[in-house]
């Protein structure tokens, strides 16, 4: 529910605060006081758009913060208009967008105004009240629904890609075959082009690598004064001596090392020397390989691994081009079963949607006949739609009458907006109880009605307050009597700028508001016993 809401330099508001309280929160006051602009103000703070226009003249922005308690969490809402035009939002203390407000002011209110009534008039909005009338049968059937309409979405779109390049696979038919054709034949491997490289590099200076060889190992292990016959003297020297301490204990041990290190080194230079050869044509034929490689890599990848992985994906398209009356008959009977099993999923769901409408209608309709729309007919309409779409093969229509012999007629045809506001608030009371948003806002809902019928309203108000907070702007007395909470709005003015204020009427205070608004400008003796008698009916 709300608790607070502060604004500032907001229209003609100049500093303002208002604690709204549980049940219903009556809200009265002089024609142009500026009772809307509060209602204007809440809706801002609730996600509305925003405009430079709405900043106090002369004020540099306008502030409006809203606290709200959701399942227990208190949370608060701040907006902040610029003269200039810039627009910040905030939760909580932290800057978010005016998507994350709408999403959280959707937990928090309804806001409903006489000439604010298009969701009641919306087609989806009506389809969605009945979807959630029954609600425990419904929502099942709706996500079953919804996983069908995913599923035939994704068939038909792999059918309809699939024949949308029927021609243009026909042309590739024969290019496609020539490059698997030509990669094929070149039978090249990952990081070939790499070795190729390394060998040529051997190949080009074979001669002095050989030599360098040669001579390398004949210094190491030649037929006499070689390096490793001179280090097996020394190793057995000091093997002599290495028991006489640690030190020469420790530098045989280390000399000893050193020397297999080398016999082994030297064990390697001899295997490349005797597996080192080179074959006459042999750099030819590398350099000729390396070239036929690097021209695969420019027409296909920039690497042999991207090649390869080229082939992989056109010989896959290939396949399936080959294949294509194959495939195109398995997708398309994959289509055909997903659109059965979403028509049969759509099927159900209207049936449940047809009971809900017409259990809704007849609640909608009593509360109707009490709301003084004592000859109204209402019919909930469920039709098929031309086509299908992602809220199902349905289209939902609100008919009625509000006079005998009349035929139905759509509501956005037959109601004025008082009468939609009085049709909204029958919907309310009967959705109310599952209804999940706390606090339903109602401005001027008593256009266009008085007397009895807007007594009638007044206890409907008063009624569905007792499972929602209910904020209601009115200026009928017979409405202002059923508020657990008053508030009256009344603007001054000085030389230079006019303000609106907003205070909380005790008991007292209450009787005077109610008694001016039946008697206008003049509070007598008499509009203060009626306006008690209407408090004490109420």
Same mark, same amino acid.
């Given at each position: 529910?709300?608790?607070?809401?502060?604004?500032?330099?907001?229209?003609?508001?100049?500093?303002?605060?208002?604690?709204?309280?549980?049940? @219903?929160? *009556?809200?009265?006051?002089?024609?142009?006081?500026?009772?809307?602009? *509060?209602?204007?103000?809440?809706?801002?703070?609730?996600?509305?758009?925003?405009?430079?226009?709405?900043?106090?003249?002369?004020?540099?922005?306008?502030?409006?913060?809203?606290?709200?308690?959701?399942?227990?969490?208190?949370?608060?809402?701040?907006?902040?208009?610029?003269?200039?035009?810039?627009?910040?939002?905030?939760?909580?203390?932290?800057?978010?967008?005016?998507?994350?407000?709408?999403?959280?002011?959707?937990?928090?209110?309804?806001?409903?105004?006489?000439?604010?009534?298009?969701?009641? !008039?919306?087609?989806? +909005?009506? $389809?969605?009240?009945?979807? #959630?009338?029954?609600?425990?049968?419904?929502?099942?059937?709706?996500?079953?629904?919804? #996983?069908?309409?995913? +599923?035939?979405?994704?068939?038909?779109?792999?059918?309809?890609?699939?024949?949308?390049?029927?021609?243009?696979?026909?042309?590739? !038919?024969?290019?496609?075959?020539?490059?698997?054709?030509?990669?094929?034949?070149? %039978?090249?491997?990952?990081?070939?082009?790499?070795? $190729?490289?390394?060998?040529?590099?051997?190949?080009?200076?074979?001669?002095?690598?050989?030599?360098?060889?040669?001579?390398?190992?004949?210094? !190491?292990?030649?037929?006499?004064?070689?390096?490793? &016959? $001179?280090?097996? @003297?020394?190793?057995? +020297?000091?093997?002599?001596?290495?028991?006489?301490?640690?030190?020469?204990?420790?530098?045989?041990?280390?000399?000893?090392?050193?020397?297999?290190?080398?016999?082994?080194?030297?064990?390697?230079?001899?295997?490349?020397?005797?597996?080192?050869?080179?074959?006459?044509?042999?750099?030819?034929?590398?350099?000729?390989?390396?070239?036929?490689?690097?021209?695969?890599?420019?027409?296909?990848?920039?690497?042999?691994?991207?090649?390869?992985?080229?082939?992989?994906?056109?010989?896959?398209?290939?396949?399936?081009?080959?294949?294509?009356?194959?495939?195109?008959?398995? !997708?398309?009977?994959?289509?055909?079963?997903?659109?059965?099993?979403?028509?049969?999923?759509?099927?159900?769901?209207?049936?449940?949607?047809?009971?809900?409408?017409?259990e809704l209608s007849n609640?909608?309709?009593?509360?109707?006949?009490?709301?003084?729309?004592?000859?109204?007919h209402l019919v909930i309409?469920?039709?098929?739609?031309?086509?299908?779409?992602?809220?199902?093969? %349905?289209?939902?229509?609100?008919?009625?009458?509000?006079?005998?012999?009349e035929p139905l007629k759509?509501?956005?045809?037959?109601? &004025?907006?008082?009468?939609?506001?009085?049709?909204?608030?029958?919907? #309310?009371?009967?959705?109310?109880?599952?209804?999940?948003?706390?606090?339903?806002?109602?401005?001027?809902?008593?256009?266009?009605?008085?007397?009895?019928?807007? &007594?009638?309203?007044?206890?409907?108000? #008063?009624?569905?307050?007792?499972?929602?907070?209910?904020?209601?702007?009115?200026?009928?007395?017979?409405?202002?009597?059923?508020?657990?909470?008053?508030?009256?709005?009344?603007?001054? +003015?000085?030389?230079?700028?006019?303000?609106?204020?907003?205070?909380?009427?005790?008991?007292?205070?209450?009787?005077?508001?109610?008694?001016?608004? $039946?008697?206008?400008?003049? *509070?007598?003796?008499?509009?203060?016993?009626?306006?008690?008698?209407?408090?004490?009916? &109420?």
């Amino acid at each position: 529910m709300i608790d607070h809401i502060s604004i500032n330099n907001f229209a003609i508001i100049e500093n303002t605060e208002i604690d709204f309280e549980k049940g @219903l929160n *009556v809200i009265t006051g002089e024609t142009g006081a500026g009772k809307s602009i *509060v209602i204007e103000a809440v809706s801002l703070a609730l996600g509305s758009r925003a405009d430079s226009s709405f900043v106090r003249t002369g004020a540099g922005k306008a502030v409006i913060q809203l606290a709200a308690t959701i399942d227990g969490a208190d949370h608060v809402i701040t907006r902040e208009i610029s003269a200039g035009g810039k627009n910040l939002c905030r939760i909580d203390g932290q800057l978010a967008t005016l998507g994350e407000v709408s999403a959280l002011a959707r937990k928090i209110a309804d806001i409903h105004g006489q000439y604010d009534n298009q969701t009641l !008039l919306d087609p989806l +909005s009506q $389809l969605d009240l009945v979807d #959630k009338y029954h609600m425990s049968s419904i929502a099942p059937l709706k996500a079953e629904f919804t #996983k069908c309409y995913e +599923s035939y979405k994704v068939a038909k779109a792999k059918l309809n890609d699939l024949l949308s390049r029927e021609t243009e696979n026909k042309r590739k !038919l024969d290019f496609y075959k020539y490059e698997v054709e030509e990669i094929d034949k070149a %039978d090249m491997k990952v990081n070939e082009d790499e070795e $190729l490289t390394d060998r040529i590099s051997v190949l080009q200076n074979s001669e002095k690598i050989f030599d360098a060889i040669e001579t390398a190992y004949t210094l !190491l292990d030649g037929d006499e004064g070689n390096i490793l &016959s $001179l280090m097996a @003297l020394a190793q057995q +020297s000091l093997e002599s001596i290495q028991d006489y301490s640690r030190d020469l204990t420790e530098i045989g041990s280390g000399f000893n090392d050193l020397y297999y290190n080398l016999q082994d080194m030297t064990k390697a230079i001899s295997d490349v020397r005797d597996s080192t050869s080179f074959t006459p044509g042999e750099l030819d034929n590398a350099i000729a390989r390396l070239d036929t490689i690097e021209k695969l890599k420019k027409k296909y990848g920039q690497t042999t691994e991207d090649v390869l992985a080229y082939r992989d994906r056109i010989a896959a398209e290939l396949t399936q081009i080959e294949n294509f009356d194959e495939i195109k008959g398995e !997708l398309g009977s994959e289509c055909h079963n997903a659109l059965s099993a979403l028509r049969s999923a759509s099927t159900e769901l209207s049936n449940a949607r047809k009971v809900s409408a017409e259990e809704l209608s007849n609640a909608i309709e009593t509360e109707l006949h009490d709301l003084n729309f004592d000859d109204a007919h209402l019919v909930i309409q469920i039709k098929p739609a031309p086509a299908i779409s992602s809220d199902g093969g %349905d289209l939902c229509e609100i008919m009625m009458t509000t006079n005998k012999g009349e035929p139905l007629k759509p509501l956005a045809k037959i109601a &004025s907006g008082g009468e939609i506001s009085r049709i909204m608030l029958a919907i #309310k009371n009967v959705t109310g109880t599952y209804d999940k948003v706390p606090t339903m806002i109602f401005d001027e809902i008593d256009a266009g009605i008085s007397g009895v019928t807007a &007594s009638i309203v007044g206890r409907k108000l #008063k009624q569905i307050s007792g499972d929602h907070q209910i904020i209601c702007i009115t200026h009928l007395p017979q409405i202002a009597a059923t508020g657990n909470t008053n508030y009256r709005i009344y603007k001054d +003015s000085d030389e230079s700028n006019t303000y609106t204020h907003v205070e909380k009427l005790d008991t007292h205070e209450k009787v005077l508001e109610i008694a001016r608004l $039946l008697g206008g400008d003049r *509070v007598t003796e008499t509009t203060i016993k009626s306006a008690e008698e209407l408090i004490e009916r &109420s």
